[in-house]
Nanobody, 123 residues
Framework: QVQVVESGGGLVQAGGSLRLSCAAS????????MGWFRQAPGKEREFVAA????????YYADSVKGRFTISRDNAKITVYLQMNRLKPEDTAVYYC????????????????WGQGTQVTVSS
């Protein structure tokens, strides 16, 4: 089993920044791909960003491209989501996900999910 724990959410004004962290622990091995998703009230969960096991590849949703940056520290098995120029429409619960394989970074096919962290952007 792999445990995934997010942190770093909070309340920020529009135009501000936040950095989310996600630490994976447990039976992590091989190519662990990690991604971020979000779910706003009344909406379906949507993809935000993902990064390959070595950080060589990353992929973003069009809605966050140029504003959000995903990165990882493999020594800590931790992935980060730096969110800049935040907008009220970025308000959502943000979830981190992990899987012990590579593949398509745009897929929703992950095996392990965190509990989520709330991000609220005020106008």
């Amino acid at each position: 089993q792999v445990q995934v724990v997010e942190s770093g959410g909070g309340l920020v004004q529009a135009g501000g920044s936040l950095r989310l962290s996600c630490a994976a622990s447990g039976r992590t091995f091989g190519s662990i791909t990690m991604g971020w998703f979000r779910q706003a009230p009344g909406k379906e969960r949507e993809f935000v960003a993902a990064i390959s096991w070595n950080g060589g590849r990353s992929y973003y949703a069009d809605s966050v491209k140029g504003r959000f940056t995903i990165s990882r520290d493999n020594a800590k098995i931790t992935v980060y989501l730096q969110m800049n120029r935040l907008k009220p429409e970025d308000t959502a619960v943000y979830y981190c996900a992990a899987r012990n394989r590579g593949g398509d970074l745009g897929t929703y096919e992950y095996d392990y999910w965190g509990q989520g962290t709330q991000v609220t952007v005020s106008s």
